[in-house]
């Protein structure tokens, strides 16, 4: 597509409750990343995929955020038990590959609001 | 690891004044540093990158920035802003692994 894609733009859910947040990133970027963005706060990093392998998870908060990559395409970001300390917003961005160190280019973002 | 710290959480400016965003970098290894852009309520749009080359590098915007290798900095500069340019501003860098890292950014509010 033209852009990276992201859904759903708004999600709100109870607390305890799983949520899916997905990501279609730019066709042919092979790397993606997932970041968090809680209000008034920086760019927190989550993982990073190369292809369909992440080599980087380490910004993972918790074993209740898991995240998978399938075809070296779109990305579902998984949330269990969902806290009220998970609303944020959810950016996924994509760049073309590890070699080549371009710019990585940003969805709108998925705002998560735990109730 | 890298860091990258930004001095400043928010900057008030008047209109038609200049703009500078202070960044500090932390790596053992070579990075390209990046800003980045974000307008209420909308993601990030890159503003400029700086690869290789020279060290000044113009952006979107009328926006640029300097690499000083020595002191370790990519300070943003905007000889006039205007109220359009209301929004925060990031400054990241990447090194081996392609890992984005962030600084915590910059409130610029423009004044009229």
């Known amino acids: 597509g033209a852009g990276v894609s992201q859904s759903p733009s708004n999600k709100v859910t109870e607390k305890g409750k799983d949520v899916e947040l997905r990501c279609d990133p730019i066709?042919?970027?092979?790397?993606l990343y997932w970041y968090r963005q809680s209000l008034g706060q920086g760019l927190e990093f989550l993982i990073y995929f190369q292809g369909n392998s992440a080599p980087d998870k380490s910004g993972l908060p918790s074993d209740r955020f898991s995240a998978e990559r399938t075809g070296g395409s779109v990305s579902t970001l998984t949330i269990q038990r969902t806290q009220q300390e998970d609303s944020a917003v959810y950016l996924c961005a994509s760049s073309l590959g590890d070699r080549r160190r371009t710019e990585a280019f940003f969805g709108q973002g998925t705002r998560l609001t735990v109730v | 690891a890298q860091s990258v710290t930004q001095l400043d959480s928010q900057v008030p400016v008047f209109e038609e004044a200049p703009v500078e965003l202070r960044c500090n970098y932390s790596?053992?290894?070579?990075?390209?540093l990046f800003w980045y852009v974000q307008y209420p309520n909308q993601g990030l749009q890159l503003l400029l990158k700086?690869?290789?080359?020279?060290?000044l590098v113009k952006g979107i915007n009328g926006f640029e920035a300097e690499f000083n290798k020595s002191q370790t900095s990519f300070h943003l500069r905007k000889p006039s802003v205007h109220i359009s340019d209301t929004a925060e501003y990031f400054c990241a860098v990447q090194a081996a692994g392609n890992k984005l890292t962030f600084g915590g950014g910059t409130r610029v509010l423009v004044k009229p």
């Open positions: 066709s042919g970027h092979t790397a």
């Open positions: 790596s053992s290894v070579s990075v390209y």
């Open positions: 700086y690869l290789s080359g020279s060290t």
